[in-house]
């Protein structure tokens, strides 16, 4: 999957895979995270935030399943 660098104290890159509804997150730690049936909306929503970061936190952790690459 593709993911576009972001500016964020805590992550490096996001992509998503409309197809899938896959979310992709790259940590700068290295760590690479797959969120599943992330409606296109929040990925949209997750780009355009102010933080990255606090949208994360708020909005897909805790409530999509996910896996560590």
Request: net charge negative.
């Amino acid at each position: 999957m593709e993911r576009k660098p972001v500016s964020s104290s805590n992550i490096a890159s996001i992509g998503y895979d409309s197809t899938t509804a896959v979310l992709e997150v790259e940590f700068l730690n290295g760590g690479v995270y797959q969120y599943y049936d992330v409606p296109e909306y929040v990925y949209h929503e997750l780009m355009a935030a102010a933080s990255h970061g606090s949208y994360l936190a708020a909005n897909i952790k805790g409530r999509y399943q996910y896996t560590r690459l």
